[in-house]
T-cell receptor
């Protein structure tokens, strides 16, 4: 049961343009959504998050949008830079009682071309 | 602040053997979670430790066990290794009620 889905395994974007990474989820009980960036041979690095009661959160070049009715979120990177090339994971937190775990999507490999 | 550290970096074991992986959380954090990341997949939750107890467990067999020590560091033990246990094992630390988890670099386990 894949509760968090990233349907695009890869994305290629020109430097300076916008990168849009998408994520869909099925569980309405998720209370936070997070984006992590992962370089090879490193652990995931936290990028940006959004509460389920918000619809937008912005941090510098990164903006996350949440559409609860569609159970969809997206990460926008503007402008894209070659150093942004990495695997991006969408994650959702399930919290309540003894539960406090992250459920990850399968990731999207972003390649920013100079 | 050293962040989350894990040891060893790489490990090669034979099927049927046992392995222990170690994790030191970020300074000030009290909760450690373990994840398994198979090739081409996202991290999968194994279990979480808080106050030296396993709080929640993912869909992993009893061959996977863990421990948390009074200094909040943690170990992941896997018994009777299978070829399918080959993966990157990630440790993440956090404060118990916060949502943001900080990951270590992982331990790459290869079972032959």
């Amino acid at each position: 049961d894949q509760q968090v889905k990233q349907n695009s395994p890869s994305l290629s974007v020109q430097e300076g343009r916008i990168s849009i990474l998408n994520c869909d989820y099925t569980n309405s009980m998720f209370d936070y959504f997070l984006w992590y960036k992962k370089y090879p041979a490193e652990g995931p690095t936290f990028l940006i998050s959004i509460s389920s009661i918000k619809d937008k959160n912005e941090d510098g070049r990164f903006t996350v949008f949440l559409n609860k009715s569609a159970k969809h979120l997206s990460l926008h990177i503007v402008p894209s830079q070659p150093g942004d090339s990495a695997v991006y994971f969408c994650a959702a937190r399930l919290y309540g009682g003894a539960t406090n775990k992250l459920i990850f999507g399968t990731g999207t490999l972003l390649a920013v071309q100079p | 602040d050293a962040g989350v550290t894990q040891s060893p970096t790489h490990l090669i074991k034979t099927r049927g053997q046992q392995v222990t992986l170690r994790c030191s959380p970020k300074s000030g954090h009290d909760t450690v979670s373990w994840y398994q990341q198979a090739l081409g997949q996202g991290p999968q939750f194994i279990f979480q430790y808080y106050e030296e107890e396993e709080r929640q467990r993912g869909n992993f067999p009893d061959r996977f066990s863990g421990h948390q020590f009074p200094n909040y560091s943690s170990e992941l033990n896997v018994n009777a290794l299978l070829l399918g246990d080959s993966a990157l094992y990630l440790c993440a630390s956090s404060l118990i009620r916060t949502y943001e988890q900080y990951f270590g670099p992982g331990t790459r386990l290869t079972v032959t």
